[in-house]
T-cell receptor, first 113, second 115 residues
C-alpha cells in the first residue's frame, strides 16, 4: 500500500537561505513522485516529478528533489529562498501498478524577511 | 491549451441546501478527479471519473456524488449541505487517470461556504 509522510507541517526560513522540505514515502511498486505547490486561494501547480529516470529532478522556480530509494525519501530543496516561495507544498506518490494517488498533508513554507 | 476551469469560483449556501459544482478539464484529458480541501483535514480525495465512469471513490458519505459527460466535463453534487462541507473543492484532470504515475493538472477551485 502506498503512503506519504511530510515530516514538517510548517517550515520557516529567512529569505536568501536554503529550503528543505522533507517527504518520506512507501510504495509496493515503482513509484512516481511529485511535488506540488499551492499559493493562497489558488489550485495546485506541479513543481517537479520523478518517474524513474534521473534520481535528481529539477523543477520550476529553482526547486529540485532527489529520489533516494534506500531511504524512501523525496525531499524538496532550493538553494536560496525568495519571498514568492511562501506557499503550501504537497508531496504526492502514485504507483504505476495502481490506480491511486496519495497526497501528503502538506508543508506550509514561511519566508522571513 | 486552456487550463482546467471550475465554476463557480465562490459559492455561499445554507445548511440543508444542495449545490452543483462544475469542472471543465484540459482538452483531450479523459480523467477528472475531485478533492476537498479544509484547514483541518487537508486535501482529501472525493472521486475520479474516467470516460464517464467512476473509477475510484474516497471515503465520503453518499451526499457527495458526481458525474462525467461525454465531453469529459464533470459535475460534483453535494446534497443536504452541512456546515462541515465548507471547503475549497478542487478539480484535477489528466490524460489517463490519477494513478499509474501520471501527473494531474489542477483548476483554481470552488470555495464553498455553508452558513
Amino acid at each position: 500500500a502506498q503512503s506519504v509522510t511530510q515530516l514538517d507541517s510548517h517550515v520557516s526560513v529567512s529569505e536568501g537561505t536554503p529550503v528543505l522540505l522533507r517527504c518520506n514515502y512507501s510504495s509496493s511498486y515503482s513509484p512516481s513522485l511529485f511535488w506540488y505547490v499551492q499559493h493562497p486561494n489558488k489550485g495546485l501547480q506541479l513543481l517537479l516529478k520523478y518517474t524513474s529516470a534521473a534520481t535528481l529532478v529539477k523543477g520550476i522556480n529553482g526547486f529540485e528533489a532527489e529520489f533516494k530509494k534506500s531511504e524512501t525519501s523525496f525531499h524538496l530543496t532550493k538553494p536560496s529562498a525568495h519571498m514568492s516561495d511562501a506557499a503550501e507544498y504537497f508531496c504526492v506518490v502514485s504507483d504505476r501498478g495502481d490506480d491511486k494517488i496519495i497526497f501528503g498533508k502538506g508543508t506550509r513554507l514561511h519566508i522571513l524577511p | 491549451k486552456a487550463g482546467v476551469t471550475q465554476t463557480p469560483r465562490y459559492l455561499i449556501k445554507t445548511r440543508g441546501q444542495q449545490v452543483t459544482l462544475s469542472c471543465s478539464p484540459i482538452s483531450g484529458h479523459r480523467s477528472v478527479s475531485w478533492y476537498q480541501q479544509t484547514p483541518g483535514q487537508g486535501l482529501q480525495f472525493l472521486f475520479e471519473y474516467f470516460s464517464e465512469t467512476q473509477r475510484n471513490k474516497g471515503n465520503f458519505p453518499g451526499r457527495f456524488s458526481g458525474r462525467q459527460f461525454s465531453n469529459s466535463r464533470s459535475e460534483m453534487n453535494v446534497s443536504t449541505l452541512e456546515l462541515g462541507d465548507s471547503a475549497l473543492y478542487l478539480c484535477a484532470s489528466s490524460p489517463w487517470g490519477s494513478g499509474g504515475g501520471g501527473e494531474q493538472f489542477f483548476g483554481p477551485g470552488t470555495r464553498l461556504t455553508v452558513l
